[in-house]
């Protein structure tokens, strides 16, 4: 089936570091990839669209200068949390479907635990 | 915008049968998705409705009534690794962007 690959797994860092965070789709091309975060007890809150050649899309709130998004092949996105601080330490989750399959299910990467220190 | 409600906790004993209800507000509805999320760990698909009426897959089913704006989960013949978060989330367009609700805990005892 389906696979997303997300990397890294946990990140603890200083605040004022930048961190990157892969989501690969391992066996499909993806175009469009989604970019939630998840604070303790909470839902999921998406951030942004990613997509494949052209600039994401940002949900209101979310600060674009802040929160890069690179998605440059079909099988890969990238977020990268600039200059990061206490409260931007969360849960972090990529998700994908095939391309032209928006209808199926969406595939989760394991998720990226940020703490910022 | 989206908005959907959930309630925030349910409580069932093994063996048991539960229903998880999930009402939404949403333009552009594609379909509405069930997602289980244990401690820790990222958000697992169950099953999903694009249409209406019942989609059943092993011990969960789901079922949704687009007129009523309103779906739900049922979980039959419960088991403590059921223990766990479930998400409603509402499909919006057909890329897949989602919106999810709050969540609710299942707490199954013995």
């Known amino acids: 089936g389906a696979v997303v690959s997300q990397h890294p797994s946990w990140v603890i860092c200083k605040s004022g570091t930048s961190v990157k965070i892969e989501c690969r789709s391992l066996d499909f091309q993806a175009t469009t990839m989604f970019w939630y975060r998840q604070f303790p007890k909470q839902s999921l809150m998406l951030m942004a669209t990613?997509?494949?050649?052209?600039?994401?899309?940002?949900e209101q709130g979310v600060e674009k200068d802040k929160f890069l998004i690179n998605h440059a092949s079909l099988t890969l996105s990238t977020l990268t949390v600039t200059s990061a601080h206490p409260e931007d330490s969360s849960f972090y989750i990529c998700s994908a479907s095939p391309t032209g399959q928006g209808n199926q299910p969406q595939h989760f990467g394991d998720g990226t635990r940020l703490s910022i220190l | 915008g989206q908005s959907l409600e959930q309630p925030s906790e349910v409580t069932a004993v093994e063996g048991a049968i539960v229903q998880i209800n999930c009402t939404y507000q949403t333009s552009g509805f594609y379909g509405l998705s069930w997602y289980q999320q244990h401690d820790g760990g990222a958000p697992t698909f169950l099953s999903y409705?694009?249409?209406?009426g019942l989609e059943e897959t092993g011990r969960f089913s789901s079922f949704l009534s687009r007129s009523d704006s309103y779906g739900y989960l049922l979980l039959q013949e419960l088991q403590m690794k059921d223990s766990a978060s479930y998400f409603c989330?509402?499909?919006?367009?057909?890329?897949?962007?989602?919106?999810f609700g709050d969540g609710t805990t299942l707490t199954v005892k013995p």
């Open positions: 990613s997509n494949e050649g052209s600039k994401a899309t940002y």
């Open positions: 409705n694009g249409l209406d």
């Open positions: 989330a509402v499909r919006i367009g057909d890329a897949g962007k989602s919106t």
